[in-house]
């Protein structure tokens, strides 16, 4: 019976360390996709759809490779667009972005789909 008791009390204590170790590790990857997020958001805010779009289509799409450092500089790594002057117009204006710094300057990719209304 105390055996049986022992064996219990260490399986559930192990499995409750394993859940607790679990939410600490998944509390500071949520807390980074969170700022990755809010800086894509930031982004989108700060560059408007410029005047030479005139229809919509899939070249007013465009992709960039960025990186934040601690100071919360843009840096700008990689653009891609089918559209030759919206991906200069995009980079332009990404170069001017101050944004608020990560806890972390990894490279991720931003998204920027332009559309007329």
Same mark, same amino acid.
């Given at each position: 019976m105390k055996k049986t008791l022992l064996t219990s009390t260490v399986? +559930?204590?192990y499995f409750m360390l394993m859940i607790t170790l679990g939410i600490v590790a998944s509390v500071p990857a949520n807390v980074h996709k969170n700022s990755k997020e809010n +800086? =894509? =958001?930031e982004i989108s805010y700060h560059i408007i759809c410029p005047a030479f779009i005139t229809e919509n289509s899939e070249a007013n799409e465009v992709k960039a490779l960025i990186q934040v450092?601690?100071?919360g500089k843009l840096t700008v790594l990689e653009v891609n667009s089918g559209n030759p002057?919206?991906?200069d117009y995009v980079l332009a204006e990404l170069k001017n972005i101050q944004i608020n710094p990560l806890e972390t300057t990894e490279k991720f990719v931003v998204v920027i789909k332009f559309r007329v209304v």
């Open positions: 399986t +559930i204590g +800086i =894509r =958001r450092d601690a100071s002057q919206l991906k």
